[in-house]
């Protein structure tokens, strides 16, 4: 062999293989849901993309802990990255609250339209708190789903309602509208319910079926109260250690997974509620009489919600667009402005 030839040799079995890097990803979602199909697909998706060097492996159904503790162990570096709620957001910042205050978005239309304006300032906040949002999503409507009927706000105060451990901000305001609030941990939800130490879960109609909650409550509002925000976010250090050309194309493929998950959600969302009602569950509607009570008693709590669970600036921002929407026009529950 010439000497050229072997020094070229020589160089390329000395050189370094290309790092490989795998991110390991919490969620509460179980296995076998769609939220798990789908972040599996995007497993394989960016397998593909990066040519083996990118591997995001899965923890679902809990198995990391709730959303607050998924957060705890990116920031220690035991995980990289979550599918995570607002319950777990706003361990991070109260910004992703903004998105769900209650009773505020009639309509998809509406929520998406605030959505898109406030994305460039979310997204920034959780990059400069360490957290790269890969693709925002929802997984339906919020709505309340108890033991006893809840039709006006009187109905509320006499069933103790699961609220995330360790947010006083939250627990306030759903005390300041009529419930009687129980911190806990998300997944102690099931067993709370079957022994009554709670009564009532805010809750999607597809996390109900899932998680089987509807097994031990038998009611559901007709309200929607807001919509259920969650995120996909990994650690931003772990991100930009990716070549930046990479990170590019996965970020497209991240958002584009976002944005299926998010339609299956909203497909499923009605679906869910006729799968329980046709297993017992009733839902009951709430008259407008009954939701005037109730957006009278959300609107007294608004000084608990501007600046204490929305930041101010925030939730004045989502207000302006929201309302924006509607002065053109646009049918957002059937009525226009």
């Known amino acids: 062999m010439r000497p050229i030839a072997l020094l070229a040799l020589t160089a390329l079995l000395a050189a370094p293989a290309a790092a490989k890097t795998t991110i390991k990803v919490a969620t509460l979602a179980p296995k076998g849901s769609a939220f798990h199909k789908v972040l599996a697909e995007l497993a394989d998706t960016w397998k593909s993309e990066s040519g083996g060097e990118v591997r995001l492996k899965i923890y679902p159904g809990g198995v990391a802990g709730d959303d607050a503790e998924v957060v705890r162990k990116i920031r220690l570096g035991t995980l990289h990255g979550g599918l995570i709620t607002a319950g777990g957001l706003r361990e991070i910042s109260l910004a992703a609250h903004a998105l769900q205050i209650p009773l505020a978005y009639r309509s998809w239309d509406e929520y998406d339209y605030v959505l898109d304006e406030l994305r460039p300032t979310l997204d920034r906040i959780y990059r400069e708190e360490g957290f790269e949002v890969l693709a925002w999503g929802d997984g339906g409507w919020i709505r309340l789903l108890s033991k006893k ?26 005390r300041k509208t009529g419930f009687d609030p129980v911190p806990l941990p998300a997944t ?31 009611h559901l509002t007709g309200a929607k109260w ?32 976002g944005d299926k998950l998010e339609a299956l959600s909203r497909q499923t969302d009605e679906a869910s509620v006729e799968e329980m009602a046709a297993r017992g569950l009733t839902v009951n509607p709430i008259p407008p009489a009954a939701m005037t009570q109730w957006q009278a008693k959300v609107k007294s709590a608004e000084g608990d919600l501007r600046g204490t669970y929305v930041p101010t600036a925030l939730y004045d921002e989502a207000m302006k667009h929201r309302d924006a929407f509607r002065k053109l026009g646009a049918f957002t529950d059937g009525t226009s402005e």
Do not use: C, Y
């Open 149 to 174: 009927p809840i039709v006006t706000p009187e109905d509320a105060g006499s069933q103790k309602l699961f609220v995330f451990q360790g947010n006083p901000a939250q627990t306030a305001l759903w």
């Open 188 to 218: 102690e939800i099931t067993t709370a319910l079957q022994t009554g130490l709670i009564e009532a879960v805010p809750t999607t109609a597809q996390a109900a079926v899932l998680m089987r909650w509807n097994d031990h409550a038998k």
């Open 226 to 257: 807001a919509p259920f925000v969650g995120a996909l976010v990994v650690d931003r250090k772990v991100w930009e250690g990716l070549d930046p050309a990479l990170r590019q194309t996965l970020a497209a493929s991240a958002r584009a997974a």
